[in-house]
T-cell receptor
Framework: DAGVIQSPRHEVTEMGQEVTLRCKPI?????LFWYRQTMMRGLELLIY????????DSGMPEDRFSAKMPNASFSTLKIQPSEPRDSAVYFC??????????????FGPGTRLTVL | DAKTTQPTSMDCAEGRAANLPCNHS???????VYWYRQIHSQGPQYIIH???NNETNEMASLIITEDRKSSTLILPHATLRDTAVYYC?????????????FGQGTELSVKP
C-alpha cells in the first residue's frame, strides 16, 4: 500500500497566485482530512469529508480557501489568491471508516507551501 | 473534544522507558484517549488508543487511571528514533468521521 499520497511535496509561489494541493487517500478509506501546520498555530484541522461529502469546514480560515473531493480517490485544497501568511505545511489524512473507537488516521507526507 | 494537558517537553535516556503523562480531567464516558506522534518533518502517526482498560501494542503501552482523568503512554525501551512530539487527544463523536483536535503535545528527546 502506497499510503496517503500528496503532491506537490514543495510549492513556492508568489503572493496573489492560485495554489492547488492534491491528495490521494488510501484505497478503501472513506474519510479524508486536511490539516495545516505552522510554528505559531500548531496542527489545525481545516476540513474533513465523509464519503466525499464535506462534513465540517469550520477550520477553513477564509473564503480564499476551498476544498473538493470529486471522488473517493482524490481531493484538492485550493488557495486563491495566496498570501504570505498561508505559508505552512499542509497535511492530508484518511481513515477507513467508523469502526467503534477506531480513529487511526493515516497522514500523508505533507506539502510545504511557501508564499513569497 | 475533552481538554488534554501535557508537559511541554521531556527527556529520556536511550534504552530506558519513556513515560509520557496526559491529564484529561473533563473526559466523558464515551471519549477515547488517543496518542499520536510526529517525527520532525513527517506527518503524525497513530500510536495507540484506549477507553477504560490498559492497552498494549507493538509500539507502546497505554495506562489509563480508573477514574479516566489521566493516562500515561509508555515506550518501554526508547530509541533515538522515538524523538518526536507526542500528542494526547480525547476526541468526541469518534463515530462521526473521526475529527481530531491536536494540542501542542510533548516534545520527547531521547538522548544517547
Amino acid at each position: 500500500d502506497a499510503g496517503v499520497i500528496q503532491s506537490p511535496r514543495h510549492e513556492v509561489t508568489e503572493m496573489g497566485q492560485e495554489v492547488t494541493l492534491r491528495c490521494k487517500p488510501i484505497s478503501g478509506h472513506n474519510s479524508l482530512f486536511w490539516y495545516r501546520q505552522t510554528m505559531m498555530r500548531g496542527l489545525e484541522l481545516l476540513i474533513y469529508f465523509n464519503n466525499n461529502v464535506p462534513i465540517d469546514d469550520s477550520g477553513m480560515p477564509e473564503d480564499r480557501f476551498s476544498a473538493k473531493m470529486p471522488n473517493a480517490s482524490f481531493s484538492t485544497l485550493k488557495i486563491q489568491p495566496s498570501e504570505p501568511r498561508d505559508s505552512a505545511v499542509y497535511f492530508c489524512a484518511s481513515i477507513k471508516g467508523r469502526e467503534s473507537g477506531r480513529n487511526e488516521q493515516f497522514f500523508g507526507p505533507g506539502t510545504r507551501l511557501t508564499v513569497l | 473534544d475533552a481538554k488534554t494537558t501535557q508537559p511541554t517537553s521531556m527527556d529520556c535516556a536511550e534504552g530506558r522507558a519513556a513515560n509520557l503523562p496526559c491529564n484529561h480531567s473533563t473526559i466523558s464516558g464515551n471519549e477515547y484517549v488517543y496518542w499520536y506522534r510526529q517525527i520532525h518533518s513527517q506527518g503524525p502517526q497513530y500510536i495507540i488508543h484506549g477507553l477504560k482498560n490498559n492497552e498494549t501494542n507493538e509500539m507502546a503501552s497505554l495506562i489509563i487511571t480508573e477514574d479516566r482523568k489521566s493516562s500515561t503512554l509508555i515506550l518501554p525501551h526508547a530509541t533515538l528514533r522515538d524523538t518526536a512530539v507526542y500528542y494526547c487527544i480525547a476526541p468526541v463523536y469518534y463515530n462521526q468521521g473521526g475529527k481530531l483536535i491536536f494540542g501542542q503535545g510533548t516534545e520527547l528527546s531521547v538522548k544517547p
